[in-house]
């Protein structure tokens, strides 16, 4: 397992490297936007984009993952349509090519001929990077590899992407908005039980240094078969009894005046799933709610699989209020990712319907959902 993580650290770091590079040419980054329309358009945002940087780095996480592991060519799965409408309206099928010369031709087709534009980026996709993983001893895990299969999210929060900068307010450590909360998720999955197993996190714009130049940050966590490895920094107790929730500006008002009740002033609010998700992960926040079903499978399988194996998790938020309403045995439902969820609608085939919780504590998933049920 040591090399399948270390590969996907490797592919979550180029395209870390593909999304500083666009959002550092002003020039480049204003030709790569292209708005989201039909089925592709997210209804949380009035307006959703696409970046020609999302669908290359899923090209490029898909390419180079399926360079080392044949046998998971066809598991590879992510959110982008790898066609791209360029200002001539041609439609070109986004993909990396054999020699970087030949990648940068087809990309300047996307560019309407920049061929200088397309260049730097083919350099970019064609770069071979090292990343000194976890040791094979550290990480004795035996997974098939003919029953994993892998969500790829090439950049979670692409609003935040495009608009955002760098410095943003925050509070306690949770960024509202910016490039912050722009990131890169991988996860792995056993096409078997639908389980997260193997999840990577990569934040391209995480701090800048002295010349202010970009510097990012990646996290991982494995959990399968009662084993739990992960990159996460051991948390300091907490010295308060209020809960820490975050959620999107956009939730409904009678769930935020039910969770303020828990809360108080540890009520925070946030863009992207992803980010979100890690800032439970990383103990800024106890848990993530949302109630709508704007999250998808390649949002929260990277950072379901960090969660459990820091003893969290991700259920289904309405199926667990019916759960406990009813008072039935068994765990509360997790999210899955082998199939579709029940009901959902052709153009969000892969939404997590009902809502969720990312939570790191048993403990603060039960108020939450205590507090929810009297709603």
């Known amino acids: 397992m040591a090399g399948l993580l270390t590969a996907l650290l490797c592919a979550s770091e180029k395209s870390a490297n593909i999304a500083r590079a666009c959002k550092r040419e002003e020039e480049l980054f204003q030709l790569l936007i292209e ?29 180079d993952l399926e360079k080392k592991f044949p046998e998971l060519a066809s598991h590879i799965a ?14 070109i099928i ?43 001893e550290e990480l004795n895990i035996d997974i098939p590899m003919d029953t994993i299969g892998i969500w790829v999210d090439p950049i979670d929060s692409t609003n935040q992407y495009i608009k955002g900068q760098l410095e943003e307010k925050y509070k306690s450590g949770i960024h509202a ?22 999840g990577v996190i990569n934040v391209p714009f995480n701090d800048v240094d002295p010349i202010l130049r970009w510097k990012g940050k990646y996290y991982w966590g494995i959990s399968y078969n009662g084993t ?8 300091p107790p907490a010295h308060h009894n209020l809960l820490s929730i975050v959620m999107s ?21 946030a863009s992207g799933a992803g980010y979100k998700i890690l800032c ?16 998808f499978k390649w949002d929260t399988c990277a950072p379901h699989a960090i969660l459990k194996s820091v003893g969290g998790g991700i259920v289904n938020l309405a199926k667990t209020l019916a759960k406990v309403k009813s008072r039935s045995p068994g765990a509360n439902p997790e999210l899955q990712y082998k199939m579709p969820d029940e009901g959902t609608k052709e153009t969000e085939k892969w939404a997590n319907t009902g809502g969720l919780v990312a939570y790191r504590s048993q403990r603060h998933l039960e108020t939450i959902i205590n507090a929810l049920l009297v709603e």
């Open 35 to 63: 708005e989201k329309k039909g089925p592709e358009k997210n209804k949380k945002f009035v307006q959703d984009f696409k970046t020609l940087a999302d669908v290359i780095i899923q090209e490029v996480i898909k390419h």
């Open 78 to 91: 992510g959110e982008e349509s790898n066609h791209f409408e360029n200002g001539l309206g041609e439609t």
């Open 94 to 136: 986004v993909k990396v090519c054999k020699t970087e010369q030949a990648t940068a031709e087809l990309i300047s087709k996307v560019l309407d001929g920049n061929l200088k534009a397309a260049g730097l980026l083919a350099k970019c996709i064609h770069e071979d990077i090292h990343i000194d993983g976890p040791a094979s």
């Open 177 to 198: 908005s910016g490039l912050k909360s722009a990131t890169v998720l991988i996860g792995v999955f056993d096409r078997n039980s639908g389980q997260p197993i193997m």
């Open 228 to 235: 739990n490895i992960h990159s996460i920094p051991k948390q």
């Open 249 to 269: 500006s956009s939730e409904k008002e009678d769930i935020t005046k039910a969770l303020a009740h828990l809360c108080g002033d540890k009520l925070y609010y």
């Open 280 to 295: 439970t992960i990383l103990g800024l926040a106890d848990a993530y709610v949302v109630t709508a079903d704007t999250t």
